[in-house]
């Protein structure tokens, strides 16, 4: 072995040019283009060695395939640069800020995959004999005592395996509770037109009908409406707290107890329990079911859309409802009631097979445990802190949605500021993507004209935000500046420009198809 | 705290720059009676070590299924993954990036999605296949909900071979929709009885293969009687290597085609998170649910994928839409893909044959004791036997001589008044001495 002899041969930069010449091969430095693996894999090569099998049994005699299937092979060394080529055309949270408000994009602590790969958890059949899963249901029933004190609820749903299921199990749970009780004529859900889009798709999932209520010129459910709106008729109201504008309800009791009074329950979509988690209990603010995604606020990875996991709080008249399984301490260790039997024969039925996201439950209750009941305050104010440091450190450039009083986690702007710059939202958000960061939520929520919604998360250091604030403020000067063309063709240094997307949706072309491109022959 | 960088001194001085006195000050709009000064009544912050050490003891009260001879099956399954697979899932780029709404910068995970669309839709036989779905109890609900939509009509049919929680899942999902749902009573080789149960009204047969207990079906027949009735065939299959050993739904005739992927690239987990695979026929795309990944070219015309057909999704048609689904399960997804490209063709047969013979093993190697009566007549990987003693207590039995023996059907239906069925699963990681170990255990207990 020999070094590789660089004295007297030291690299220095040449003087600068304008002129940048076209590579030769089309290739673009360290960003390599990736083909498809349909383009690069072998119809005959595997990465897995694996002994032949015999030959199949009699009694499966035309039931065999006997035509190829049409999938390629790579060898290992293959496979691991295609997917690590593909990875570096991502953006990531690891990489820098990733502003998606109502997204919570925070860090993801590496210990909760490590723990969560434990073979006690990881290589555990959801079938086994309870007895062979004692510390598995245990982890599971600590999890839902840190939920449930979290919250101030007497029981928690652990099953749905997202926030949107999470809603469709709470909405479900309201409906058993009202056709229990005679109520089953209740078929209005009242949602704000602030709401996230799953909330009106879940009532209508369910077979309820929506209706929307107003919201008042600072941002928060219209009392007066909520109330006109309320009867006989309502099964439940759906409202997000802190709300998609990045506000808190301040009405919230009131809400709730209009609500009460008018037979119906309140489901909070608990999207933004990051901002007030340790600090606030939604079981004091009259909530009877909020599901909780614990991928944002208990920051199990988001892995480019999902898992997540949706477990679902509960009041006293809501509990009996919840769907199976549960598990319930028992004479001889902890027990799983699968189906509508003892404690809970009044469950509605199942959202799922198995008992819920495992692995999800694993790293959330490890990044609950590691910040404790301290570190998860903090969470809130650190999280509410560096939204409100934005906001302050924007609002003389860019036009603040309720500039009067704080927000919570997330800081919302409109477009008002870009008027006679002939510059989108959308533009603005695609320029950013040239100086390093990931956009924030574009034309989210609804009500409020060319949204910029900027969730920055309690994971960012004050140096970060700093640099951030400034990539916002160079680009705001230069969009009133006039510099129109950096912003229209963006993004210029990414590893795509623009994308168009209404061909994608006119000429839909959802998988690869042979004839689009020869494979290589077998190699 | 690790987790949180801001310093004091950083809060102050932020505190300072938004002109507020405390951080008190920010949670203004709380209303009094909710505010808390103290913590919760929760355990304080804990160090990585302290909170390992935990974990750890809560993992060693399980028993791991590789810690003992396995034999689990009934939807999920113990099967080999290469270590490349774990490693690439946790790449940054992947693990921590978000649903891809920015395509520019999301081309991996774009790209990934649309590899796995092709691959899910060449393994099922099927002409088009979605981003993925959560498992595949909610992708069988689903499915029944969109062929409510394509056909208009109220009525679902489901097989006394359909997976118990998949039935239950479906139910729950069709009813608070308001659709009639038939469950046809279990039935170890009966996939074909949905075939009398279809009307007029019925907007889909559910089958599951290979179902289950195991038994695997030609479903042609099904496919023609309910498409000459208007219905839809959704096939089910809970075990997706199959589709390496045998004829797809596609080639069958199945309109939906749904799975559950974590076979392939995922491990147990518990029972999550896990992947669901969802295809169909091409003409009913517009009433598919969850997210499609599609190909595009950006401005200077080089290739690209983006999300599209999204005005189907909730974030667009609120209330009109055609699911709630919001998520998908991504990092699951591109698991199953990573798997599969390694397998290829030629290993993902092999794979497949390689179970199929281990099955065959436990066959041979249980028939002959006293008690056991094995009766699925045509298998993938999975057998279900019927034992003279209650399925529940023989794996409680075989669990303490070290062996996890199968999953007793009463574990899945409690009152199917089926308890004397065990489920018995093999697959490649079974060994020579595990099916000996079976074999001795099971001989004892039944004696």
């Known amino acids: 072995m020999s070094m590789m002899n660089t004295v007297g041969r030291p690299t220095a930069p040449v003087a600068a040019s304008d002129h940048i010449p076209a590579t030769l091969t089309g290739g673009r ?59 570096q055309k991502n953006h990531a949270i690891d990489l820098a800020l990733y502003p998606l408000g109502s997204c919570t994009m925070k860090h993801n602590p590496r210990l909760n995959e490590k723990v969560a790969r ?57 409906k058993a509770a009202h056709e229990a009780a005679g109520q089953g004529h209740r078929k209005t859900v009242l949602v704000p037109t602030s709401a996230h889009g799953t909330n009106p798709a879940t009532a209508a999932f369910v077979g309820y009908s929506v209706t929307e209520i107003a919201q008042t010129a600072d941002g928060r459910v219209d009392l007066a409406d909520l109330e006109a709106r309320l009867g006989d008729h309502v099964a439940a109201i759906m409202v997000t707290n802190p709300n998609t504008c990045g506000l808190f309800e301040r009405d919230i009791i009131d809400i709730a107890r209009l609500t009460h009074a008018a037979g119906a329950y309140f489901y909070c979509d608990g999207a933004n329990f990051n901002a007030i988690v340790g600090r606030v209990r939604p079981g004091d603010l009259g909530v009877d079911a909020m599901h909780i995604n614990l991928h944002k606020t208990f920051s199990t990875p988001h892995g480019g859309g999902g898992p997540g996991a ?27 009631l699968e189906e509508a039997v003892g404690e809970a024969g009044a469950a509605f039925g199942r959202m799922s097979a198995f008992h819920g996201q495992m692995g999800m439950f694993v790293r959330a209750y490890a990044y609950m445990r590691s910040h404790g009941a301290d570190g998860l305050r903090q969470v809130a104010e650190d999280a509410v802190l560096n939204a409100n440091y934005i906001k302050a450190c924007l609002s003389d450039l860019m036009s603040p949605a309720f500039p009067d009083g704080p927000c919570m986690h997330e800081a919302l702007f409109d477009d008002a500021w870009l008027e006679g710059t002939g510059i989108t939202t959308l533009d603005f958000a695609k320029a950013m993507i040239d100086e390093g960061f990931h956009p924030m939520t574009m034309y989210f929520p609804l009500v409020v004209h060319g949204a910029m919604l900027i969730e920055p998360t309690e994971t960012e250091s004050r140096g970060e935000l700093d640099r951030f604030i400034h990539a916002l403020r160079v680009l705001a000067r230069a969009a009133k500046a ?39 022959a077998g190699q | 705290m690790r987790y949180l960088p801001l310093t004091p001194d950083d809060r102050a001085e932020m505190l300072g720059v938004i002109g507020a006195g405390s951080i008190d000050e920010l949670f203004v709009d709380v209303p009094a009676a909710a505010r808390r000064d103290g913590f919760v009544d929760l355990p304080m912050f804990a160090g990585e070590m ?64 649309f590899e796995f669309q092709t691959q899910v839709a060449a393994l099922t036989g099927m002409e088009v296949a979605n981003a993925s779905l959560y498992d595949g109890s909610t992708a069988c609900a689903e499915s029944v909900m969109m062929a409510q939509r394509v056909t208009r009509r109220e009525r679902a049919v489901l097989s006394g071979g359909l997976h118990p929680h998949y039935v239950a899942t479906t139910e729950t999902l069709a009813r608070a929709e308001g659709m009639d749902v038939v469950h046809l009573a279990a039935a170890i080789d009966g996939e074909d009885a949905v075939i009398a149960a279809i009307d007029a009204h019925t907007a889909c047969v559910v089958v599951q293969t290979p179902n289950v207990f195991g038994t695997v079906t030609d479903v042609s027949r099904i496919a023609a009687a309910a498409q000459a009735a208007g219905a839809l ?80 999704e909730q974030h667009i048609r609120r209330d009109k839409a055609t699911s709630n689904i919001c998520t998908n399960s991504g990092l699951c997804a591109l698991a199953f893909s990573i798997h599969m490209s390694l397998l290829g063709e030629v ?14 093993e436990v066959k041979a ?83």
Not at chain 1, 50 to 71: F, M, N, Q, V, Y
């Open chain 2, 233 to 312: 065939l959704i096939v089910v299959t809970t075990e997706a290597v199959s589709f390496g050993l045998l004829r797809s739904p596609g080639e069958m005739g199945a309109d939906i085609v749904v799975a559950e992927g974590q076979s392939i690239g995922n491990a147990l987990n518990f029972g999550g998170p896990y992947v669901g695979l969802f295809a169909c026929r091409e003409k009913f795309l517009r009433q598919a649910p969850g997210r499609l990944c599609g190909e595009t070219v950006d401005a200077e015309g080089r290739r690209g994928f983006v999300l599209t057909l999204s005005t189907r």
């Open chain 1, 29 to 87: 430095g360290l960003l390599q283009d990736e083909a498809l693996i349909f383009e690069l894999g072998g119809w005959d090569k595997t990465g897995v060695d694996l002994p032949e099998a015999t030959d199949a049994d009699d009694c499966l005699s035309g039931l065999l395939r006997d035509s190829p299937i049409g999938l390629p092979g790579l060898s290992e060394p293959e496979a691991v640069r295609h997917y690590v080529r593909l990875s």
């Open chain 1, 118 to 174: 434990l073979a006690g958890f990881a290589d555990l059949h959801p079938l086994q004999p309870v007895s062979t899963v004692q510390g598995a249901l245990a982890l599971i029933d600590r999890l839902a005592h840190w939920l449930k004190t979290l919250t101030g609820m007497p029981a928690v749903a652990m099953t749905p395996k997202a926030g949107a299921h999470g809603e469709l199990c709470g909405l479900l749970t309201i």
């Open chain 1, 310 to 336: 949706g477990p679902v709080v509960l009041s006293a008249a809501l509990a009996p409802f919840a769907p199976a399984p549960w598990v319930v301490h028992g004479a001889e260790g902890l027990e799983l």
């Open chain 2, 347 to 360: 290993g993902l047969r092999r794979l497949a044959a390689l179970n199929h013979q281990r099955a065959r």
């Open chain 2, 50 to 113: 302290e909170v390992e050490r935990e974990l750890a003891a809560l993992a060693a009260r399980n028993v791991s299924a590789g810690s003992a001879p396995f034999f689990c099956g009934a939807g999920a399954y113990r099967h080999h993954v290469p270590a490349s697979v774990d490693h690439l899932i946790q790449r940054s780029e992947f693990l921590t990036s978000y649903t891809p709404y920015q395509p520019e910068i999301a081309q991996g995970t774009l790209q990934v999605l």
């Open chain 1, 482 to 520: 006039g510099e129109a063309e950096r912003f229209k063709g963006a993004p210029f240094h990414a590893p795509l420009r623009r994308l168009d997307e209404t061909l994608a949706a006119r000429k839909p072309k959802l998988r690869w198809r042979p004839e689009a491109k020869a494979p290589r």
């Open chain 2, 365 to 447: 190697a249980l028939t002959g004791i006293k008690g056991v009566e094995i009766l699925t007549p045509r298998f993938f990987n999975e057998l279900t036997v019927r034992l003279a003693k209650p399925a529940a207590e023989v794996v409680e039995a075989l669990a303490r001589k070290g062996v996890l023996g199968g999953v007793p059907y009463s574990r899945l239906a409690p009152n199917a008044g089926l308890d004397d069925i065990l489920l018995i699963a093999a697959t490649e990681t079974v060994t020579a001495e595990d099916i000996a170990a079976l074999k001795t255990a099971l001989t004892e207990v039944m004696a």
